[in-house]
């Protein structure tokens, strides 16, 4: 099976992200704050056709209550235990294109979180963006795709807290019908959500990107104290 044809998170000879994925990040980002602003700029693409519903439909996964929004504070380390994830997290701006800058290539295992955005377990929707792989071997987010309504996230925060989120939602994007509404906006505005984002998809090897992202959704759930690293 070839590059181009091997879909993202299955074996072979795979890509790190690249710039055109990202870049609809930033497209995301600015289509997000214009309409936060109240402009025309937060109109979303339509998506019928274009968006894969990964996880089961929200009515037939009992889910817990979301928990009030904790104090701000940077995150340090992200585990999805039930997929094998375990990684430290690295504030991320953007880079000399305007996109949002994930981490270097040489550490594909470490998490990127928008540092000028919302901070995971306060109000508003904190962005994590991954890898999913790398030109040998699978990266951070590799089994991302593989996430379900009900899977737990625990997100260690600098004030020594364990920030727990309950996924409730898992989609495709594909890069022509990115709906940056959904992927960005809160679901709830009053809860503390994250999301986590990596590519999808089948490898385009004329446009040197995936085709698509898979968008993991989450909410606040809980809150501890520090876990060992």
């Known amino acids: 099976m070839s590059t181009g044809d091997r879909k993202a998170g299955s074996a072979g000879s795979g890509r790190l992200l690249t710039g055109v994925a990202w870049a609809v990040l930033l497209l995301g980002l600015w289509l997000w704050g214009r309409d936060a602003t109240g402009g025309s700029g937060g ?4 998506t019928t056709g274009d968006v894969a519903a990964v996880g089961r439909p929200l009515g037939g996964v009992p889910l817990p209550a979301a928990r009030e929004p904790l104090e701000p504070s940077e995150p340090r380390r992200v ?3 039930s997929l094998g994830i375990a990684a430290p997290v690295a504030p991320r701006g953007l880079d000399g294109a305007g ?5 270097p290539y040489e550490t594909p295992q470490t998490v990127g979180w928008y540092g000028r955005g919302v901070q995971p377990g306060a109000a508003g929707t ?3 963006v991954g890898h999913v792989d790398t030109r040998t071997k699978p990266a951070v987010f590799y089994g991302l795709s593989a996430a379900r309504p009900g899977t737990k996230i625990r997100v260690t925060r600098s004030d020594g807290s364990v920030a727990e989120f309950t996924v409730d939602d898992v989609q495709v994007f594909s890069r022509e019908r990115f ?3 959904k992927v960005y906006g809160p679901r709830e505005k009053s809860r503390a959500e994250l999301r986590l984002i990596t590519c999808g998809g089948t490898f385009d090897k004329k446009a040197g990107a995936y085709t698509a992202n898979v968008v993991v959704s989450a909410y606040l759930t809980g809150a501890g104290g520090t876990r060992d690293s």
Do not use: G, I, T
């Open 43 to 46: 109109q979303s693409a339509p």
């Open 79 to 81: 585990e999805v235990p």
């Open 99 to 103: 996109a949002v800058d994930p981490p």
């Open 126 to 128: 904190a962005l994590f």
């Open 179 to 181: 709906d940056a509404k």
